[in-house]
């Protein structure tokens, strides 16, 4: 039997080893090089597909964080930044404020006009300190830039009182009564509880010999004194004794 295997398997070889060149390039023996290449081919189609779909996916949102959610929370610590700084403007502002007012009340003003000049320069709408700095040049005798001043003051706030009672007293004390009487009526007219243009019209009235007007100006004044201790209270008072009618008594 064993002759007949042998001769069996020497037939079944015989063939193969004929036809060995043919059999080369038989799909058999090819086939496992394409289907690996193929499945190289197929994995790299597939992470390119996973790559793009990532991408896509971070810019929808999904993956990075979307833009407008960085604008959205920059826009909602923009406004306690700003208030920080205008906190801290202001409290600036206020120091300096305090030290031109401290300056001022010491009669130190030159050392206050550089002050208020400077307040002007960061909070030019404020109509005060040109009201201020008015005070401060009228102190030192520059006059004609004191009225600036308050013009100024007034420009911004056609309502401030007070500019137009400092602009009056200012021409009073020129010897101008016109003037001066235009600008303390104003503030009379705009501020009708303030006594001090009042006090003013009573000194313009006395200066013209007007006692009629000026006894009522002066008694204005002190009806519409809130403060009872007020230093020029007596003085108004010793001033209508002196000009009230023979026989007529002060209140």
């Known amino acids: 039997m064993s002759l007949i295997h042998q001769a069996l398997k020497k037939v079944e070889k015989d063939p193969s080893e004929r036809n060995s060149s043919a059999a080369a390039p038989s799909p058999v023996r090819v086939a496992p090089a394409p289907k690996r290449k193929r499945f190289r081919l197929f994995v790299l189609v597939g992470l390119n597909c996973l790559g793009a779909a990532y991408i896509i996916w ?79 040049m009228k102190r030192l005798g520059r006059w004609e830039e004191a009225i600036e001043q308050y013009r100024k003051a007034v420009s911004i706030d056609p309502q401030y009182a007070t500019a137009y009672n ?13 003037e001066a009487q235009r600008y303390l009526q104003k503030a009379a007219e705009i501020d009708p509880a303030n006594a001090d243009p009042h006090l003013n019209l ?18 204005t004044f002190l009806d519409k004194l809130t403060n009872l201790d007020d230093p020029l209270r007596a003085d108004v008072e010793d001033r209508l004794a002196v000009i009230a009618p023979v026989g007529e008594e002060l209140l």
Do not use: C
């Open 58 to 136: 971070s810019l929808q949102g999904n993956g990075l964080p979307h833009p407008r959610a960085v604008s959205a929370a920059t826009n909602e610590t923009a406004p306690a930044s700003i208030e920080t700084g205008e906190a801290a403007a202001a409290a600036q502002l206020a120091t300096l404020e305090g030290r031109a007012a401290k300056a001022y009340q010491a009669g130190d003003y030159r050392m206050a006009l550089p002050l208020w000049e400077k307040l002007i320069l960061r909070d030019s709408l404020n109509p005060e300190h040109y009201n201020n700095l008015g005070l401060v």
């Open 202 to 219: 009573g000194y313009l009235f006395e200066m013209r010999g007007d006692h009629a007007n000026a006894r009522q100006a002066y008694q």
């Open 166 to 178: 400092n602009m009056g007293a200012l021409y009073l004390a020129r010897g101008n009564t016109d």
